[in-house]
């Protein structure tokens, strides 16, 4: 099963406007990731936040991590068209090395 | 710095047949990771090597294998292949353990199984 799970299952928005998409998890984690990955393609890494940040910055992206709700979001202020793409949060648990993934945010943006 | 490459990109086969990918890190890089992404199943962990060692594995069963070199490069390889397998493989490599720091996905490999 999934620890992380992004929400909602897909968003489609103007360009122009903010998009926020949401990532929940079980467990307690070291970290969390944001991935994206453009149709059929291999994911880029968009952001890492450790368990004792609780907000990152990276140009238009902002990600909060409330580890008390176990949730993370990923806000992408000012989308533009070549945002669109699917956005994953991978999760690494305290007793695991292994990354975990969640099923991902469809996000479209129209021009 | 190059890239992580993937080859080939593209593969069909036929059930029971075996297939091996092959993975080139990003020079330095001496872990490497392997998923399988499917739309029912999302990504999937597979195993992770790191200088030469399986460090970890996934919930797979043992017909999915995998080794890496003393230059980093990795293959992994599935045996008596299934239709399940057909799918997206995807390797990443990064400096050190995948789950706590940045990996860098290849474009991977479209494996169709007929």
């Known amino acids: 099963s999934q620890q992380g799970e992004e929400d909602p299952q897909a968003l489609s928005i103007q360009e122009g406007e903010n998009a926020t998409m949401n990532c929940s998890y079980k467990?307690?984690?070291?970290?969390l990731q944001w991935y994206r990955q453009n149709s059929g393609r291999g994911l880029v890494h968009l952001i890492l936040?450790?368990?004792?940040?609780r907000e990152k910055h990276s140009g238009r992206l902002r990600v909060t991590l409330d580890t008390s709700k176990k949730s993370s979001s990923l806000l992408i202020t000012a989308s533009r068209a070549a945002d669109t793409a699917s956005y994953f949060c991978?999760?690494?648990?305290?007793?695991?090395?292994?990354?975990?993934f969640g099923r991902g945010t469809s996000l479209i943006v129209h021009p | 710095k190059a890239g992580v490459t993937q080859t080939p990109r593209y593969l069909i086969k036929t059930r029971g047949q075996q297939v091996t990918l092959s993975c080139s890190p990003i020079?330095?890089?001496?872990?490497v990771s392997w998923y399988q992404q499917t739309p029912g199943q999302g990504l999937q962990f597979l195993f992770e090597?790191?200088?030469?060692?399986?460090?970890n594995k996934g919930n797979f069963p043992g017909r999915f294998s995998g080794r890496q070199f003393s230059n980093s490069r990795s293959e992994m390889n599935v045996s008596t292949l299934e239709l399940g397998d057909s799918a997206l493989y995807l390797c990443?490599?990064?400096?050190?353990?995948?789950?706590?720091?940045?990996?860098?996905f290849g474009p991977g490999t479209r494996l169709t199984v007929l």
């Open positions: 936040i450790r368990s004792n940040e």
């Open positions: 090597y790191f200088s030469e060692t399986q460090r």
């Open positions: 020079s330095g890089h001496r872990s």
């Open positions: 990443a490599s990064s400096l050190g353990t995948s789950a706590y720091n940045e990996q860098f």
């Open positions: 991978a999760t690494a648990s305290g007793g695991s090395y292994i990354p975990t």
């Open positions: 467990t307690s984690i070291n970290n």
